[in-house]
Every structure is written in structure tokens, then in C-alpha cells.
């Protein structure tokens, strides 16, 4: 019953920009920290953007900051994260998760995940 379902993912081009979105279900994530990662093919998870549920602090790792906005909709039970000016290096399968107390880009620390949703960058 709880769950975390990814959308937005897709092809475009060097530069262009995407939203994901997290939409939960069978809980609510007013409570929980929101972390969005991501993984290539052969590479560790990465930690690459997370926000606070007490006062919406936000976390970027060097490699999107700058370029990637994560942000809450409580009301609408979801989350998201706007990513511009994107790269091939961004080429990845995104995924949500959320935790209680959760910070940082430590996938130990988060509690629920999606099932990932793919982004690939490229002419």
C-alpha cells in the first residue's frame, strides 16, 4: 500500500529541462524528508538532492547545484524536481525515497522508494 511512484523522465537533448515528480501513496509525506537519487548503469546510487519536512532545507550535490530545484506539495502529496540545463552526464534512473530524519545523500537513511524513472541526455 505505501508507495512512491516516479514520472517525468524521458529523451531530450543537451540543455534541455525536465520535472519529476513523487507521488505518494498510503502515507503522507508531510513528515518525512524527500531525497531524489540516482544511478547509471554500473555506478553507485547518488545522492543528488534532498529537502528537510521542519523547514525545507535543502541539500544539492556540486554536480547539479545550480541547475536542479527540488521542491514539496504537501497538500498534493508529492514532490519534485525540476532539472535544467541538463547534461549527458545526467543520463540516469531517478528515484524518490523519503525517511524521517533523513539528510543527505546516504540511501541508508531513507525508508520508501520508487521504482525509478529513466532520464537520458542526448543529441
Same mark, same amino acid.
Given at each position: ?5 516516479? #514520472?517525468?523522465? $524521458?529523451?531530450?537533448?543537451?540543455? $534541455? #529541462?525536465?520535472?519529476? #515528480?513523487?507521488?505518494? #501513496? ?8 524527500? $531525497? ?5 548503469? $554500473? ?12 523547514? @525545507? &532545507? ?15 506539495? /504537501?497538500?498534493? /502529496? &508529492?514532490?519534485?524536481?525540476?532539472? /535544467? /540545463?541538463?547534461?549527458?552526464?545526467? &543520463? ?12 543527505? *545523500?546516504? *540511501?541508508? @537513511?531513507? @525508508? ?12
Amino acid at each position: 500500500q505505501v508507495q512512491l511512484v516516479e #514520472s517525468g523522465g $524521458g529523451l531530450v537533448q543537451p540543455g $534541455g #529541462s525536465l520535472r519529476l #515528480s513523487c507521488q505518494a #501513496s498510503g502515507f503522507t509525506l508531510d513528515y518525512y524528508a524527500i $531525497g531524489w537519487f540516482r544511478q547509471a548503469p $554500473g555506478k553507485e546510487r547518488e545522492g543528488v538532492s534532498c529537502i528537510r519536512s521542519s523547514d @525545507d &532545507t535543502t541539500y544539492y550535490a556540486d554536480s547539479v547545484k545550480g541547475r536542479f530545484t527540488i521542491s514539496r506539495d /504537501n497538500a498534493k /502529496n &508529492t514532490a519534485y524536481l525540476e532539472m /535544467n /540545463n541538463l547534461e549527458p552526464e545526467d &543520463t540516469a534512473v531517478y528515484y524518490c525515497a523519503a525517511g524521517i530524519g533523513a539528510w543527505g *545523500p546516504n *540511501p541508508i @537513511d531513507y @525508508d520508501y522508494w520508487g521504482q525509478g524513472t529513466q532520464v537520458t541526455v542526448s543529441s
